[in-house]
T-cell receptor, first 113, second 111 residues
Framework: AQSVSQHNHHVILSEAASLELGCNYS??????LFWYVQYPGQHLQLLLK??????LVKGIKGFEAEFIKSKFSFNLRKPSVQWSDTAEYFC???????????FGTGTRLTVIP | ETGVTQSPTHLIKTRGQQVTLRCSSQ?????VSWYQQALGQGPQFIFQ???????GRGNFPPRFSGLQFPNYSSELNVNALELDDSALYLC??????????FGPGTRLTVL
């Protein structure tokens, strides 16, 4: 079975700091990779996704993620965070065509103005 | 907003009771997936429905069951509720399995 690890449980940053959230998965085959965000009181929203091609993926709101197959990683980055980025971030993975997403436990990001 | 709606927003039940949660999928989406998100955890896949048939199931006991209707809306039923069933239940709709759109969830508390 697949599993997803997010080692940072809670990250606190000041505005304008750079962000990198780690995500590692345990599956040796082809995977689709996702980052979802959950703002306080809101539903899960897709930030970005990787299916194939360029391993550097651009998402909404200035976020990007890099797929490194040799490290089974899909880390999320943003060069300069804003207070409005305060939220919970979830990494997820599935096999192409599979019917379920495997989620990590999430990383809570708090951005201090 | 994703266009996926869930009802009710919150629900309180006691152990042993049964509960039904409802989900309306985004217009045009024929696939609905249900997830359980316990406090401090990521969502866990319960099952998926595609065109009214169950299309995959996670590691949940049979007392978790579901339905999908011709308009692609869906229900999640949980029988014989246990304290550990307290969680946020998320519904996600999709046209393909590769991109799912989530609803706001139903917060279930079992006392």
């Amino acid at each position: 079975a697949q599993s997803v690890s997010q080692h940072n449980h809670h990250v606190i940053l000041s505005e304008a700091a750079s962000l990198e959230l780690g995500c590692n998965y345990s599956y040796g085959g082809t995977v689709n990779l996702f980052w979802y965000v959950q703002y306080p009181g809101q539903h899960l929203q897709l930030l970005l996704k990787y299916f194939s091609g360029d391993p550097l993926v651009k998402g909404i709101k200035g976020f990007e993620a890099e797929f490194i197959k040799s490290k089974f990683s899909f880390n999320l980055r943003k060069p300069s965070v804003q207070w409005s980025d305060t939220a919970e971030y979830f990494c997820a993975v599935n096999e192409p065509g599979a019917n379920n997403l495997f989620f990590g436990t999430g990383t809570r990001l708090t951005v201090i103005p | 907003e994703t266009g996926v709606t869930q009802s009710p927003t919150h629900l309180i039940k006691t152990r042993g009771q049964q509960v039904t949660l409802r989900c309306s999928s985004q217009s045009g989406h024929n696939t609905v997936s249900w997830y359980q998100q316990a406090l401090g955890q990521g969502p866990q896949f319960i099952f998926q429905y595609y065109r009214e048939e169950e299309n995959g199931r996670g590691n949940f006991p049979p007392r978790f069951s579901g339905l999908q209707f011709p308009n692609y809306s869906s229900e999640l039923n949980v029988n014989a509720l246990e304290l550990d069933d307290s969680a946020l239940y998320l519904c996600a709709s999709s046209l393909s399995v590769n991109e799912q759109f989530f609803g706001p969830g139903t917060r279930l508390t079992v006392l």
